[in-house]
């Protein structure tokens, strides 16, 4: 894998993602903390020990016990049961009573050729291929939705006693780069992208709002 990135802190104040790459590189999760980061390092341990023990098998599905039922899981749904224990644990922890933190986050899994993603939250996931630019997985926040430039959580791991999980797949050709976009929404002008070199996409997105924070990466699986 490789992976470079970017931020912009523009007027308002965006969290910086916590990200962490592992699996021989087939793996990385990112997870934005939203006040403590203990709620975001709860996602991060939980998906990561999931993920761990598929790859420990070699086996992208695995046949799992749930009470008296055996039941067979790909990644995305290890990922999926791994992100609704931690949403559990840290609204019960932080949130149930009242308020406190919550994290976004967005977990990919390269397993034969095949992209895997689990998400919730606003970060954004993007591929471009020789078509161009496309987005795989996109959820803007409460601030596009009413139409303000601070960035306002909508979705987080944490936030209420369940929480909204998006997942998908894509199949891999090798010429691809995959871009995630930790922003409140992603503006049209992006898609017009002719390349996806980093600092252009930066570009366009500060120069989209100056108002606007956010974080962006390239990777290459």
Sequence with gaps: MKMNERSFSGRFFRP????????????????VPWGAKEPAEN???STRESIVAVSGQHDPEMTVAIGQSAVVENVQQRMCRAVRVANEKNYLQYNAADYSS???FLGLVVEDKTLSWAQVGAIHLLIYNQKGLQ???????WAWQIQQDA????????????????????RLLGNETVICIARSYIPQQ???????????LTRILAEESEQTPFWITTIHF
């Design 190 to 200: 992006l898609f017009a992208a002719g390349s996806p070199d980093l600092e252009e």
């Design 151 to 170: 960035p306002l959580l909508c979705q987080g791991i944490g936030l209420d006693s369940t929480c909204q999980i998006q997942t998908g797949s894509y």
């Design 135 to 141: 987005p795989l997985c996109y959820s803007p926040d």
């Design 102 to 104: 919550a994290a976004e």
């Design 43 to 45: 996602v991060l341990q």
């Design 16 to 31: 910086r993602p916590i990200v962490e790459a592992f699996d021989n590189s087939k793996s990385l999760l990112i997870a």
